[in-house]
């Protein structure tokens, strides 16, 4: 299949080029052959002189040369009347308005055919130039190939700051209409493109088609005016049987200038692009296919314009609007394809051959996800990554950004896996529950209902629920898994989410690094995945992009410029206040004190911006939640607690030691050792690195924040408010607050470290040097140690999946068919405490120590309940028990509790045993009368609201949004690398 | 002036971290509002006393209660009272035998206690015979009773409750379980009493001698039920004494019997391990002077799933006395004691392990004309304990006041010589088991039953409740 001739000039290139190179090429005779080459021009002047240039220079001259000039207003008529003259072309000046006339009045110019030789087309463009050996090879190829059409390589011209690049291998059209050039974008020319192939069409600059094929497809349709013309010809040529391929030894440079929009006049040229090539997609549709691929390409359209839209490059939606418009207005050009297609009458196996030189239904998806997969990998090695979000002023080096991504990418590699051991136990059947984890709602559209069905006087749910409902429905709709992820990822996410900010206020990689693991390690440490505590990890996941946006609100009120840190911080922060509100208050403050800073920095212009940027910030947060401030206000206890504090229980504080560890107490905390062996190398690295380095900067801030994170932890560890709707009392978990302490106890230190591990490169060898060598050891052994633990152990502990409940599915089943029937199920604990709840059919989910379970906001009925549970596990054989839980609806009481406990409880009268089971039993009592039946479906007003806070955040996302890189412009390397698809922000 | 300004952000830290630690070092912690109280108010609960249907004896139903609300004596499952308290005394009525309901409602339910006496001459049930009425359960262990031999037991279980209930009895005989006809499925009818004689339950071969110790349990499978033993014992063609026996303690580490009569007479501890492992039982006497252990009863096995018997009157001597069993496995323990006096025929009653009295305890039967009644109180604590013992009538008007001051592992007596009817016991110890010993001169027997104070369980405190989502997940 590989054809080379000898002596090409890539083998200067490609010095293994003739490892390819093969005899046959040699037999080719080109003398039975006549090339007409036709190089049209509209106002090219610019162009022009290289790309005759290129023809006089060819190693293979064309035996007849037409310079066709199709109206143009700048030079181009004199400089192809002074190169026929000189070169004895001919020139023909005409006046049309498409590549396709233009040919055919060159075409028309001559006379005279010559029997005894083949004669080949080669269609030229004013701006590209052909290189010595092009024709050569196109000729060759398609000879040996027998085939009808050849395309030619297409290169971008090399720059001073850019390599040259490869265009096009042959063109074929994606289902959308969108160009396929069968090379990656950007992709650099180096002679990698070896092989040829069947393609479905080509530019038709360069392209070499037989004369007779030509005739009998009545050439280009003067349909496509400027673009997509090749792809239209050689299609039809493949439908028609002919072999169409493209020939990568054959090489033109072609500016692409229309694409570009340089040309003069041009400037619809991205537009008309995607017009045509919608055309064309739909002008070939058959059968059933002629109705569905219009509705299907204008809905296509429609999304790539949001889209484009999102990605703020509005020249781009609007080029995709020219296109829509000119695709739904211009409907007698796809008429006039398919009148030409018809000509044809394909046989069935070419249509299907034809559709084989096409991309797949998915392609577009496929090229989109690897564009964002390999755009992600380029930020997080660097500075910005995921929080560019939330920042302006990010910029890449390059060299520094290969070199590390290597590490990123094995240490996030390594992370994920040691998360999937570690949480070895978080996966399985069942749900995943744990001490402060209840199972996640059942569907979608329960999770949604958790958020959006208001309780009491409240305007909604709580607005973590709204965070839990939206994850969830972006793991395919699966709030289990949602959790799961959260919960297995509790180190991984918040690796991935402190990494910029590392990187942006430490030097040092190896301190970033140590700084990235610690405080991922932290959210595991506080007990998030041993006990469950979505609240935690969200905080630890989205503290370090607040932290980070907040960094780029001070740095673009000094700088003056963009306001999307702002908006990014909104975003991020209203995620942070929707799990655990008592940050809104924090970052107040902390904002009023950078307030001061910049002031007494900056002056009064600075504070003015940063000011301003601080109000937009807050304003995104204020809307987000605004249907959640009334609850905020009335219970002010909410301001306190994260998630589901109800589960939290009152007992007893730790003590200052404990806090000092990372130690908020409850269930499955880590061992002790491990606390004070990790933790205890936190405060040693912090407190030895404020000594040696006490300037350091960001020192100061970062003991503010871990010493403001202890004063919390004790002052809210000293508490007992209410919690929910139905007022539970509980001690607030100090988790959160452990986690702002040690995680500016990890950046006091990683600071301090890396002003010494800076003085320490430019001091002479000492005893320093090995003294910090050990110390940067021993820092990074207790990191492996917290890992090490988390990996082995982190994961056992109560946060378990099972499938084995105290309440039967009958139960709820039964509850579920009689609304405002409800279950009472008690446990009762080693000390005697009896742990109950109130359900309904509908099962205890997420958010339901918020919502108040089954009894909701009836403070009295939960009054009622908390004292019938009481006698009844008193055991008191009181008969009005039973009256009083038909009184409150309850039909069912499942009790876990010692047998003997459960035995007096069977003794009292009106209950009926339903289900037994070691330990636990299930009575039913007779003749309930549903109580009220608690809201289940979402009113209007409800829904609108949501939508509401929904396209709020949109707007603030889109501000925070950074623009697609690739956007218009006037650079015809990055247009055109760009019309290839590139469609990625960067 | 640059040495100074590098100690300063660490001084300061220093002084930060000290503030914090000094605030959680000396700001108190709050605690949560306590949430107290008790089921007394609007609660009603039904205690039902039981007899053989084909008992002719006359019986005395004896009510007492210290507050106020109301408590009511029925028959069960009538409409109409027997007689109705509605302030602090006590009520006593001739009864023949049925089932018995005393409902108390409001106060009534934590401060009240009921009894079926019944005092004879002559017949299988000659002697004095004394049962409490008790609540319904799930589970009933009743220890020390026979199929035969010198002994013949019948449960008596009472359904009151209008639906239909069932219970299955299962035997612990010497050698352990023993296997039994007709022994599951036993339908119970609404608001009625069903006798189920054991005798002839027992299949053949399972047991070799009927006259060894045995213990029963009655399980409830539907329903509720509330179930006593009716015990008769004989030598021969001759009574031995006849008796109700009330359930014991269900199987626990420790059990303690409180009420072991003073005097002569034969003195059976009848030890049960339900379990499957064997255990390893010590039985401790609390003496006037404090606990002791009882010779030969240091370390008593008890196979898996057996029962034993250990002969206690040669070492407790004929002293009043209480008991207290400790074994490394769950066990259920009740003695049978036999009077003995010269000219006089004998009788007996079966004390069993009851639970510590909670604040208070109502003993309905103390004294009348005919039966003298001895108050022991055994304290199992650790530290002293004092007690009340309140005699009073049947207006509830107080006749005498003994404080009693008990050491730890001691048992003291009262012995009510004045005419009274009830007594209340009061106490803030935790460990105080409280039982009278009844004991009759009458129709020329040595007259003897056993009555314990069982605190209502609606006048206990109750457990604390906190609200947790997590309970039904």
Redesign the interface.
């Known amino acids: 299949m590989e054809t080379r001739p000898e002596g090409t000039v890539d083998d200067a290139v490609d010095p293994w080029a003739w490892v390819d190179q093969t005899d046959e090429a040699e037999q080719v005779d080109l003398d039975d052959h006549r090339v007409t080459a036709i190089l049209v021009g509209h106002n090219g002047a610019e162009w022009i002189p290289a790309a005759i240039k290129g023809l006089t220079s060819l190693s293979h001259a064309p035996d007849r040369v037409v310079l066709v000039d199709a109206g143009s207003s700048d030079d181009t008529g004199e400089l192809f009347a002074e190169a026929a003259e000189e070169h004895d072309w001919r020139s023909v000046p005409a006046e049309v308005t498409s590549f396709a006339d233009g040919v055919r009045a060159g075409l028309n110019s001559l006379h005279g055919r010559d029997a005894d030789r083949i004669d080949w087309l080669w269609l030229l463009h004013d701006d590209a130039v052909a290189r010595p050996d092009a024709l050569a090879q196109l000729l060759t190829s398609a000879v040996d190939q027998d085939a009808a059409i050849a395309t030619p390589r297409l290169v971008q011209p090399a720059t001073r700051q850019d390599p040259a690049r490869v265009s096009e291998l042959g063109v074929s059209v994606a289902r959308s209409g969108r160009r396929e050039v069968h090379v990656d974008a950007g992709e650099i020319d180096q002679g990698q493109h070896d092989t040829i192939s069947e393609v479905l069409g080509g530019s038709t600059c360069g392209l070499l088609i037989r004369r007779d094929i030509w005739d009998r497809l009545d050439g280009l349709n003067p349909a496509l005016p400027a673009h997509r013309d090749g792809v239209d010809l050689g299609w039809r040529a493949n439908l028609a049987g002919e072999r169409v391929i493209a020939v990568p030894g054959a090489c033109v440079e072609h500016r692409q200038v229309g694409l570009g929009g340089l040309r003069e006049g041009s400037d619809r040229d991205a537009a008309e692009d995607r017009s045509y090539g919608m055309a064309l997609v739909a002008a070939h549709a058959h059968g059933l296919g002629r109705v569905w691929t219009p509705i299907r390409l204008v809905l296509g359209s429609v999304l790539r314009m949001i889209g484009f839209l999102l990605g703020k490059a509005p020249d781009r939606a609007g080029d995709e609007l020219g296109g829509l418009a000119g695709f739904v207005i211009g409907r007698g050009r796809v008429a006039r394809l398919r009148a030409r297609i018809k000509q044809i009458r394909p046989e069935p196996a070419d249509r299907r051959r034809a559709l084989g030189l096409r991309p797949g239904p998915f392609h577009g998806v496929r090229r989109l996800i690897d564009g964002l997969g390999a755009s992600w990998v380029d930020r997080s090695a660097g500075p910005g990554g995921i929080d560019a979000l939330t920042g302006d002023d990010y910029t890449v080096q390059e060299q520094q950004r290969f070199s590390w991504r290597g590490t990123y990418l094995v240490t996030a590699v390594a992370i994920i896996i040691a998360a999937l051991i570690a949480g070895r136990q978080f996966f399985g059947r069942g ?1 995943l ?1 744990g ?1 402060a984890l ?2 996640a709602a059942g569907d979608l559209s329960h999770a949604f209902d958790q958020w959006l069905i208001p309780v009491g006087d409240w305007l909604q749910g709580p607005p973590w629920l709204g965070v839990h409902a939206v994850v969830s429905f972006l793991l395919v709709g699966r709030p289990e898994w949602a959790t799961t992820a959260v919960v297995a990822g509790a180190v991984p996410l918040a690796l991935l989410a402190v990494w910029p900010l590392t990187a942006r206020i430490l030097e040092d990689r190896r301190v970033r690094l140590w700084a990235g693991l610690s405080y991922a390690l932290l959210p595991v440490l506080l007990g998030a995945s041993t006990q469950g505590r979505l609240g935690l990890i969200a905080a630890a996941v989205v503290l370090p992009l607040v932290v980070r946006g907040i960094i780029g609100v001070i740095s673009s009120a000094i700088d003056g410029h963009s306001w999307r840190a702002a908006w990014g911080s909104g975003v991020a922060l209203t995620l942070l206040v929707a799990f655990q509100p008592i940050f809104l208050p924090l970052v107040v403050v902390g904002l009023l004190a950078a307030v001061i800073a910049v002031g007494v920095e900056h002056g009064g212009g600075a504070v003015k911006r940063l000011l301003g940027r601080a109000v937009v910030a807050l304003l995104v947060v204020a809307v987000a939640l605004l249907p959640w401030w009334p609850a905020l206000i009335a219970q002010p206890s909410w301001w306190l607690l994260g998630p ?1 504090a ?2 939290d ?2 007992s ?2 730790p ?2 030691w404990e ?2 560890l990372g130690r908020p107490g409850g269930e499955a905390m880590a061992p002790l050792w491990v606390s004070a062996i990790v933790i205890g190398a936190l405060w040693a690295v912090a ?1 030895v690195g ?2 040696l380095r ?2 350091a900067p960001g ?2 801030g970062a ?1 503010a924040i871990a ?1 403001g994170g ?2 919390l932890a ?2 809210l ?4 408010v209410p919690a929910g709707i ?1 007022q ?2 509980v ?1 607030p978990s100090a988790a959160v607050a452990l986690l702002v302490a040690l995680g500016g106890l990890v950046m006091a230190g990683a600071v301090g470290i890396d002003a010494v591990a800076e003085g320490l490169a430019a001091r002479d060898f000492s005893w320093v040097q090995p003294a910090a060598a050990l110390a940067a050891v021993v820092m990074a052994l207790t990191t492996v140690l917290g890992a090490g633990w988390w990996v082995v152990a982190g994961g056992s502990g109560p946060t378990t999946r099972s499938d084995v ?3 039967p599915a009958f139960v709820t089943d039964e509850l579920g068919r009689t609304p405002g029937t409800r ?1 009472l ?4 604990a080693e000390d ?6 109130v ?1 309904t059919g509908a ?2 989910h997420l958010g ?2 918020d919502r108040g ?1 089954g009894l909701g906001a009836d403070a009295e009925a ?1 009054d009622r309940v ?2 019938l ?3 009844l ?8 028990i039973a009256e009083d839980l038909r009184d409150l609806g309850i039909r069912y009481v ?1 009790v ?1 509790a010692p047998d ?1 406990l ?8 009106g209950l ?2 339903v289900s037994v089971h070691p330990g636990e039993r299930v009575w039913e009592i007779s003749d309930v009368v549903p109580a009220t039946a608690p809201e289940t479906t979402v009113t209007r007003p409800q829904l609108g609201l949501a939508i509401g806070q929904g396209v709020w955040l949109v707007i603030a996302g889109f501000c925070a949004a950074p623009r697609l890189r690739a956007s218009r412009s006037k650079d015809p390397v990055l247009r055109a690398r760009f019309a290839a698809g590139q469609e990625v922000a960067r | 002036m640059r040495k100074i300004d590098r100690h300063i952000t660490p001084a300061v830290v220093i002084a930060g971290m000290a503030l914090v630690g000094a605030a959680g070092w000396f700001v108190p912690q709050a605690s949560p509002p306590l949430d107290s109280g008790t089921g007394e108010v609007d609660a009603r609960t039904t205690v039902v006393c039981a007899t053989d249907p084909d008992d002719d004896r006359e019986f005395e139903l004896v009510a007492a209660g210290n507050a106020g609300g109301k408590l009511r004596l029925a028959e069960l499952g009538q409409p109409d009272d027997l007689e109705v308290l509605t302030e602090p005394g006590a009520a006593a009525l001739k009864v023949e035998t049925n089932p018995y309901g005393v409902v108390a409602t409001g106060p009534m339910t934590t401060s009240s206690a009921s009894a079926l006496l019944a005092l004879t001459g002559s017949g299988a049930d000659r002697g004095l015979s004394a049962q409490p009425c008790r609540g319904s359960g799930d589970d009933h262990w009743f220890v020390g009773v026979g199929a035969g031999g010198t002994q013949f037991s019948t449960v008596l279980v009472t359904n009151p409750d209008a639906q239909p209930a069932e219970v299955s009895i299962r035997f612990h005989g010497p050698e352990g379980p023993l296997n039994a006809v007709g022994a599951s499925g036993i339908e119970v009818p609404p608001l009625a009493t069903r006798a189920i004689p054991l005798e002839g339950m027992l299949t053949d071969g399972s047991v070799d001698d009927l006259d060894g110790p045995m213990t029963i349990e009655v399980r409830t499978t539907a329903g509720r039920v509330e179930a006593v033993v009716h015990d008769r014992h004989q030598d021969g063609t001759e009574t031995t004494g006849a008796d109700w026996t009330t359930a014991t303690v269900a199987p626990a580490l420790s059990q303690v019997i409180p009420g072991v009569p003073a005097g002569a007479g034969e003195r059976s501890l009848v030890v049960t391990n339900p379990g499957e492992r064997s255990a390893v039982v010590r039985v401790e006497a609390l003496g006037v002077d404090g606990a002791f252990v009882l010779d030969g009863a240091d370390e008593i096995d008890v196979p898996a799933g057996a029962t034993v018997r250990v002969p206690l009157e040669g070492p407790l001597q004929g002293d009043a006395a209480g008991l207290r069993i400790t074994s490394d496995q769950p066990v259920v323990a009740g003695l049978n004691a036999f009077s003995e006096a010269k000219d006089r025929a004998t009788d007996v009653t079966t004390p069993v392990a009851v639970p510590p009295i909670v604040g208070s305890a109502i003993l309905p039967i103390v004294s009348t004309a005919d039966v003298k009644g001895t108050v022991q109180l055994s304290n199992t604590g650790d530290q002293p304990a004092t007690a009340e013992v309140v005699l009073r009538d049947r207006n509830g008007k107080e006749i005498e006041r003994s404080n009693v001051e008990l050491g730890a592992g001691a048992t003291g007596v009262i012995e009510v010589d004045d005419p009274a009817l009830w007594a209340e016991v009061i106490t803030e110890a935790d460990q105080l088991h409280v039982a009278v010993v009844l004991t009759s001169t009458r129709n020329q027997t040595a007259g003897l039953a056993w009555l314990p104070a069982i605190s209502p369980p609606a006048g206990q405190a109750l457990p604390p409740a906190v609200v947790d989502p997590r309970v039904a997940r």
């Open positions: 749900t529950t001490p209840l199972p589901d109800g589960l229980g009152t007893l504080a003590t200052v806090l000092a407190l404020t000594v006490s300037a020192l100061r003991w010493l202890f004063a004790v002052a560890t000293r508490l007992v139905d539970v009392f001690r409940h105290l309440v279950g199920a008690v446990e009762v005697g405490t009896a742990h109950h709840v359900f099962g205890i339901d120590a379970a939960a908390s004292q549970t009481r006698r596990v008193a055991a008191t054989g009181d008969e009005t499942a876990r003997d459960i035995g007096r409880i069977n003794g009292t009268a009926r045993v």
